[in-house]
């Protein structure tokens, strides 16, 4: 049976050890844990080794999620239906938003379902550092698995409301209402793809920074709640007009959205120079975060 050993490089205490016992700890020893040289060094090879960690955390997340709960995983239903509800209550029947004649209910839970995947996403990951500390003081993996293993559990999450909402598509098609399937629902993963790296990456950016800054993760839980009312997950972009309208598509989950609900209904804004530009908005605050975790990880133990 093969083992590995783990050490701690550090070169005072290298050399005096080869000196005492003759051993060269390289040598001798699988792996050698050191501080990254490099900001951009991810260690993606390492993070594929601990692939079985990264699932445990998973189903931790999973467990913990649901424990001591008196509907338990029914909440899964529960959640999306509720809220669609209340939004097709207060928002298209009292208010009288308009829907771009896409049958209200479904018009409501295709955003909610986009929205809420990505504020988990990024909700789960803003105080990553600070809720996982006890762990990661104890014991050395790659640090990056749980961040990662927060967005598998929200994949997840997301794959059984997509399917919940097929199913009430369906039920809705059979009472006559017009749902326009398109070819653009193959591009239904990347959208989902860019959504998990755009909330992973301001996740890890504010996670980074209230290791120093405490009410960083307080001020970002409200501006949260805000950033769902300015994008279209209550209303459509097209009821929008002029200048209101490029703002409101600027919006890095905006043309995401609407591109959902055009590969859905038909109906919706997709315009191409914007969905670029959200890609490209997401590439480089999923760098940003990236770099700063990589940064901070190596010694917030001592700061937090």
Partial sequence: MSYQYYVLKDSYFQNLYIFVTGIDMEKEWKIVIKNKSSLFRFNLKEIWKYRDLCFTFVKKNYTTMYKQTILGPLYMILAPLLTSGVFTLIFGSIAGISTDGTPQFLFYMAGNMMWSFFAGCMGDNMNILGNNAYIMGKVYFPRLIIPISSIITKIFKFIFELFMFFIFCFVFIARGSEVNFNIMLL????????????????????????????????????????????????????????????????????????????????????????????????????????????KVEKDFIDTI
């Fill in 187 to 294: 591009a239904l993963p990347l959208f989902m793809i860019q959504l998990a790296l755009l909330g992973l990456g301001i996740g890890m950016i504010i996670s980074s920074l209230t290791v120093k800054y405490k009410d960083l993760g307080v001020i970002a839980g409200f501006g949260m709640k805000i950033w769902m009312y300015v994008s279209p997950v209550i209303y459509p972009v097209s009821g929008l007009e002029g200048g209101l309208k490029v703002l409101a598509m600027c919006n890095p989950v905006a043309p995401v959205i609407e591109a959902t609900r055009y590969a859905f209904f038909g109906h919706g804004m997709l315009l191409t120079p914007y969905l670029i530009l959200s890609v490209t908005v997401t590439i480089i605050i999923f760098m940003t975060g990236l770099i700063l975790f990589n």
